[in-house]
């Protein structure tokens, strides 16, 4: 009978080092469940995933407290994966405790990849491998390319529970709430199980996807009343950390007539989109009391809110300079241009890992991008790291700091279509390659 | 601008095509152990897993004791390093093939880790049905 250590194409293998074994197997340096591949043979040789990784499965002692783990494999060798704690709601990729991603899809088979890596099994003794190197031969990583699969489960000690085992090809990775999430309208009906809604009534109240016009749906928020009837909450939210951020596309409703609406204010006018990272997803709550790293506004006035309604309401925060006005209302400042998705913004926010927040926009579809700013000064606004900020009226107050950020949109009563938003971090991100801004190399809020 | 040149035209046009066509998940196999219709059945007693479907050495369909009654587990338990079980079936790579499953345990802090070998497999054991 094979040693069953000996057949694992792509999935997770625990591993001890000789010189490693502490007397808390996975909670502790040296060794613990590690991402493997190609038969591995010995079962010291997997790259150890982190230690949040390790703690989450010793905490793994019923059905709810389980870790969900998924596995992909390359479609032509490789493998990568990745765990959840909340059933699959919000996921993290297998990663070293640096931060080194583990995924090896995209490698021919066979590739040798050593483990010349400073902490590749994350003791902190740098990369040494097993004295005994015929036994464990440098290097300790050869991508798989094995093409049929079987599903497999082994123990080797203690007591190991298995349950809701799915396999699947094309996974909807940006469902649920796994990063990049992503969401481009791409049906008239609502995805009940990404989003919940609040007075969606047309032709005065809308809260819904829509064809704005030419043909390419979008998300048509508005209404004929000033009472934050309308609102849009994601089911599913994220945790600060690996600079998460969310990508958006927002243009405006010029004539609400076209669209058969009835709204009370054309685009620009009252016009806001009250987003988009929030702590809460609890659609009973007022849109602009719970804002954690996002932008709320009064009148037509844009401005940058965080920390809900701990910090003020609309009129006390700082205020987005002329240039993002400019960008966002090109109706307003000129009356005769069409206001569209040609004449849209875009718009990024990065929620600190702890704390705060930076956004940018962009004109031109996410090519280049100009940092928000605040008016009248155009001093750039980023609080990531900061824990307080002090408002323009001298108030000291929390920055938004909510472990978990959910999405949220609404205007007051203008319409305002949102478009191709994506949430990623640094582990999955929206485009690869996306570098992360400075933080704070400019004016800030101490 | 600090991030031209990150994205190329041809990048940003294949990202585009991408995100316009979105795939359908497919699911290929699944198994929630629910043991519906298995010979044992609901008598809280371990049974095997569809052995119709599974290659199994010792392992089992148990009711974990912290989860809802009649919600089997395929549980794995004490040192071996044989005890599992594998589909019979193969799956080809492509399209993204992804196993997504639970683990959990009812040991210390010491065992769990060391408890788990998933999820694909090249090869089954020979003779591996047979104990």
């Known amino acids: 009978m094979s040693n069953t250590y000996e057949n694992i194409a792509a999935g997770l293998e625990y591993f001890s080092t000789p ?91 066979g590739t040798v990849i050593d483990g010349d890596h400073p902490d590749y099994y994350g003791d902190g003794n740098g990369p040494r491998f097993f004295a005994d190197t015929e036994v464990y031969p440098n290097p300790v990583v050869v991508v798989d390319g094995t093409q049929d699969l079987h599903i497999g489960f082994h123990n080797l000690f203690g007591s190991t529970w298995i349950d809701d085992v799915v396999l699947e090809t094309n996974p909807d990775m940006g469902g649920g709430a796994g990063l990049p999430w992503t969401e481009s309208w791409d049906s008239l009906d609502l995805d009940t199980a990404k989003w919940e809604t609040a007075g969606h009534n047309p032709p005065m109240f809308h809260m819904a996807p829509i064809d704005p016009g030419d043909g390419d749906l979008a998300f048509l928020m508005g209404n004929a009343a000033l009472d934050w009837s309308t609102k849009l909450r994601s089911k599913v939210g994220w945790p600060r950390g690996e600079n998460l951020r969310c990508t958006f596309d927002l243009f405006g409703l010029d004539d609400t007539s076209r669209l058969g609406m009835d709204f009370v204010h054309t685009y620009p006018g009252a016009s806001g989109f009250h987003g988009p990272f929030h702590s809460t997803a609890d659609i009973g709550e007022n849109i602009y009391a719970t804002i954690d790293a996002g932008m709320d506004f009064w009148w037509n006035i844009i401005g940058f809110e965080e920390g809900g309604a701990a910090t003020g309401l609309q009129t006390t925060n700082f205020t987005a300079d002329d240039a993002f006005h400019a960008a966002m209302h090109p109706a307003g400042r000129d009356p005769e241009e069409a206001v569209g998705r040609d004449t849209g913004i875009k718009m990024r926010f990065w929620a600190g890992d702890v704390s705060g927040f930076f956004m940018e926009w962009s004109l031109d579809g996410g090519v280049t991008w100009t940092p928000g700013a605040t008016w009248p000064d155009s001093n750039v606004y980023d609080t990531r790291g900061q824990d307080m900020m002090t408002r323009p009226d001298d108030e000291v107050v929390p920055t938004g700091n909510a472990t978990l950020l959910y999405l949220g949109f609404s205007t007051a009563q203008g319409g305002v279509f949102i478009d191709n938003i994506c949430v990623g971090n640094d582990s999955n991100p929206c485009v690869q390659g996306t570098p992360t801004p400075n933080e704070v190399d400019h004016w800030t809020f101490y | 601008m600090r991030f031209i040149g990150y994205l190329t035209v041809p990048a940003i046009l294949a990202l585009g095509l991408i995100v316009a066509q979105p795939i359908s998940a497919e699911v290929l196999f699944e198994d929630n152990f629910d043991a519906t219709g298995q010979a044992g059945a609901g008598s809280e007693d371990p049974i095997p897993p569809d052995l119709a479907v599974w290659d199994s050495f010792q392992t089992n369909l148990v009711v974990h004791p912290d989860n809802a009654a009649g919600d089997y587990s395929l549980n794995m338990f004490n040192l071996n390093l044989s005890k599992g079980a594998y589909t019979i079936q193969t799956y080809p790579r492509g399209s993204d093939l992804t196993c997504t499953f639970k683990a959990c345990t009812t040991s210390s802090i010491l065992t769990i880790a060391a408890a788990i070998r998933s999820p694909m497999a090249s090869m089954a054991p020979s003779g591996f049905g047979d104990g």
């Open chain 1, 19 to 109: 010189d490693g074994v502490p007397a808390e197997l996975n909670a502790g340096p040296g060794s613990g469940m590690g991402l493997t591949q190609n038969g591995a043979g010995p079962i010291q040789v997997s790259p150890r995933i982190e230690d949040a990784f390790q703690a989450a499965l010793v905490n793994a002692k019923s059905k709810a407290t389980a870790v969900t783990i998924r596995v992909t494999v390359g479609d032509a060798a490789g493998c990568t994966g990745s765990w959840s704690t909340d059933d699959g709601q919000t996921w993290t990729q297998f990663k070293l405790n640096d931060g080194t991603i583990l995924d090896t899809r995209g490698y021919d088979a």
